[in-house]
């Protein structure tokens, strides 16, 4: 039978630590902002997406004679329009969605330097016992 030696600091970590009522708190936010973490990335990932689709877009349309009519989608419904006032619209589309993509990257920084700092806080008390890696 092999048996393993317990260092003394896995001896220490096998403690059991009392959860306190704030120690409950930090773990049911850390785990709230892991949540959102992931609604982010996938917002991210849509929004960039999105973005590359309307550059694609837009240097198609650079190729498009500038008299031609282009079609448009509004809402539900195709709108032909002349090719420098469509490309001028996914222009702002394109600054639209560039702000976007920054306040979700923004957004998801503050989201994770949150998550850093209760993870110093949770693994400070509760060290090997608890497992906050995502």
Do not use: C
């Amino acid at each position: 039978m092999n048996r393993r030696m317990l260092s003394r600091e896995d001896e220490a970590s096998t403690e059991e630590v009392e959860v306190r009522r704030e120690d409950q708190d930090k773990i049911n936010k850390f785990s709230r902002l892991h949540q959102r973490e992931k609604v982010l990335e996938e917002e991210l990932k849509t929004k960039q997406k999105d973005k590359e689709d309307l550059e694609e877009i837009s240097t198609e349309l650079e190729l498009v004679d500038e008299e031609d009519k282009v079609p448009y989608k509004i809402g539900d419904s195709f709108v032909s329009l002349p090719q420098p006032e469509v490309l001028e619209m996914l222009s702002t589309s394109t600054e639209k969605i560039d702000q976007d993509v920054a306040s979700v990257e923004e957004q998801l920084s503050s989201v994770r330097e949150q998550m850093e700092e209760l993870k110093v806080a949770l693994y400070a008390r509760f060290g090997r016992s608890i497992n906050l890696e995502t």
